[in-house]
DNA sequence: TTCCGCGTTCAGTCTTGATTGAACGCTCCA
DNA sequence: TGGAGCGTTCAATCAAGACTGAACGCGGAA
């Protein structure tokens, strides 16, 4: 969305162009769903190499300033999307692809929507019984439902080893 | 998000308390979500007074331009979340909430992921076999498999006649 | 102790997009 | 035919927040 550095940006180390075109579409997609641009390219380009990659070849594979990485970083580690790792006689902060980040990505998904469930019962519960009461009503119900879906997936995706990105 | 009018607006025609706070919380979800304010509280207003409503009626309880009401709820209209209804004898559009709101609102949720699908399949299948092919395709499942559960959720809200909000 | 590499933070810049209000065109009624 | 009511559109305004680059603080190495 905001400042894109340039249509199609080509790391230092050239990547297959598949790959590159997979990694602008995560940052599409990412962005469509509220996140920064740069936060849905770093974890496409954790999806096709899951590292460990260091800190500053990040920025440099992305072609973006190491204050865009260390925020987008912490951000993707948040959501147990990346896990910082350390890497043997390096300095540096290294990353890897989390274990599972899908279904992780499904739980941060449900744990948001929990968030508006316990604003909305404020309304749901309030002892009154207005006519309005059953379109609130049934707007709770269709997010606890959309919840227990969305956990349901999440378990059959993490008990199936196919589930699992990543090493 | 943007341009917020007033913290907490009280509409000219006053909602109980309960019904004033779910059209805020409606605003900040379907903010959250990506979408204007307006429309997640016009949204969040037809769930509580199913309507008919009229054009002006609308502007005047959320306090907002002709302009908002008129952009927003064509957005909501094209989501079928809500429909535009003839009323006998009046020359205003009239509003009034669609008949199974949640069950459309799933499907446009699948539907864009449908189209994120059809850009991924230009990396997935691109002929190449290289090592990073295997987390693209994981995503690409991923993705799939999102849509398939979320459809079935539609579908089992359909055929449950609870699923119908509005009349 | 000094220097250098590294990650974080923050002020500044810039783009996006939400909202308004006015102008417009249409339709219906007098 | 004129006017009033109605919905749409568009330029202008404004806030949110993405991204950058520089400054900072913290080690570890010389």
Redesign the interface.
């Known amino acids: 969305m905001n400042q894109a550095p340039a249509p199609t940006s080509f790391p230092s180390r050239p ?5 590159a ?2 990694i602008e ?2 940052g ?2 990412m962005e ?3 996140m920064p641009r740069i936060a849905g390219r770093l974890f496409g380009l ?5 590292g460990p990659i260091s800190f500053s070849e990040l920025a440099e594979r992305l072609n973006v300033s190491r204050g865009s990485i260390s925020t987008n970083a912490r951000l993707l580690e948040s959501q147990g999307l990346i896990l910082r790792v350390d890497v043997a006689g390096e300095r540096q902060d290294f990353f890897r ?1 989390a274990d599972r980040p ?1 279904v992780n990505m499904l739980h941060g998904i449900t744990g ?1 929507m929990r968030e ?1 469930m316990v ?2 019962e ?3 519960f ?1 002892g ?1 019984q ?7 009503r ?2 709770y119900d ?1 997010f606890a ?2 919840v227990d ?2 956990e349901a ?1 999440a378990k059959r ?1 993490a008990e199936r080893n196919g589930g699992e ?1 990543g090493r």
Request: net charge negative; hydrophobic share 45%; proline share 2%.
């Open positions: 990547l297959p162009e598949a790959h075109i997979f579409r995560m599409d997609h469509m769903e509220g954790m999806l096709v190499d899951q692809l899908f948001h508006t604003t909305l404020e309304c749901c309030d009154t207005s006519q309005g009461m059953t379109g609130i049934a707007t269709f439902e959309a879906n969305l997936l995706l990105i």
